[in-house]
């Protein structure tokens, strides 16, 4: 090769790609987020139950808003309804729950703790609806009531520490019932939730109470008692408010 340049250019070509022949760039990669999926329990007695077509439960309307608003989520409980649920975006309904028609506060307090026992995961969040309510229709003792709440609350925190529970200022009954002493219970649970939410929420766990008697009425009742389809929308746009804050 006569060219002494040419010649020196493939020399140092040769020596760069011997010495970097075992060379392997790391190549940086980041390990995808795990997927976390949010356990919910709906709890309570037939406001949560259901019964179609008899009257509405708001757990179908309050899944298509968590399904609209991309949560991975999945409802759990012991129960199980039959009814039967339009498809909602190719998905079938999630009909998991914790709901028992007739059930008073008292009846859930005995209860409550071999039912979380059987589930395969704790709740994340427990929605507890219409506490006290049947109780209440059967003439129960505010007091006894009032405790009886407290030690559900209690139980479920000790099976997760770190749960968020939302509980109703529930909304009322036909107004047609709607007299003494069934008014002086819903107006001084309306007055108490407020501070026991805030007596039992600790630095782990949130309790949160959720107005839903405001602007309730009884053009939302299939009945004296129970949600028709307007009234189930009304009670799941107001928990998807405070689980949209909560999540977000």
């Not at 019932?177 to 929420?201: H, N």
């Amino acid at each position: 090769m006569k060219n002494p340049i040419l010649k020196l250019f493939i020399i140092s070509v040769i020596i760069f790609s011997c010495n970097n022949e075992n060379v392997i760039t790391p190549i940086e990669t980041t390990a995808p987020l795990p997927v976390v999926t949010t356990k919910i329990m709906p709890l309570g007695a037939s406001r949560v139950e259901g019964d179609r077509p008899n009257y509405e439960s708001y757990r179908y309307e309050l899944w298509k808003l968590l399904i609209d608003g991309n949560w991975n989520f999945d409802y759990v409980g012991t129960q199980s309804d039959n009814s039967e649920y339009p498809t909602y975006s190719g998905l079938n309904f999630d009909a998991d729950h914790e709901g028992r028609g007739g059930w008073t506060a008292e009846l859930i307090l005995s209860q409550i703790e071999n039912w979380l026992n059987e589930l395969e995961d704790m709740p994340d969040i427990v929605l507890f609806s219409s506490p006290g309510g049947n109780d209440a229709l059967g003439g129960g003792d505010y007091g006894t009531i009032l405790s009886n709440v407290n030690s559900i609350i209690d139980i479920i925190q000790q099976a997760n520490p770190s749960v968020t529970i939302i509980i109703e200022k529930l909304a009322p009954a036909n107004s047609i019932i709607m007299v003494s002493p069934l008014t002086d219970y819903f107006d001084s649970w309306g007055e108490d939730v407020v501070t026991l939410a805030q007596q039992q929420s600790t630095s782990t766990s949130q309790v949160i109470s959720v107005d839903m008697y405001t602007g309730f009425n009884d053009s939302y009742l299939a009945d004296v008692l129970h949600y028709n389809q307007s009234g189930a929308e009304f009670i799941a746009n107001r928990y998807y408010d405070v689980l949209n804050d909560i999540l977000n």
